[in-house]
C-alpha cells in the first residue's frame, strides 16, 4: 500500500497538510480513512508543539 502524508515543518508544510486533511475528510476509501488519521495525528501534534495550551494549573489567577 502507497500512503502519503504530509511531514510539517514550516507554514507551507502546514497548509498543505490542511488540504489534504479537507480532501480526504469526504472519502469513504478505506485507504483515503487510514492517511487521513495519520494525517490528523501529525497535523494535531505540530499544533501542540507549536501553539502549546496553557494549563488550568499554569494560568494566572
Do not use: C, F, K
Request: proline content about 7%.
Amino acid at each position: 500500500m502507497h500512503a502519503d502524508v504530509v511531514i510539517i515543518q514550516n507554514d507551507d508544510d502546514l497548509a498543505e497538510a490542511q488540504a489534504l486533511v479537507a480532501r480526504l475528510g469526504n472519502s469513504e476509501s478505506p485507504a483515503d480513512v487510514a492517511r487521513l488519521r495519520a494525517q490528523a495525528l501529525i497535523l494535531a501534534a505540530y499544533e501542540a508543539e507549536r501553539w502549546p495550551s496553557e494549563s488550568a494549573s499554569t494560568a494566572p489567577p
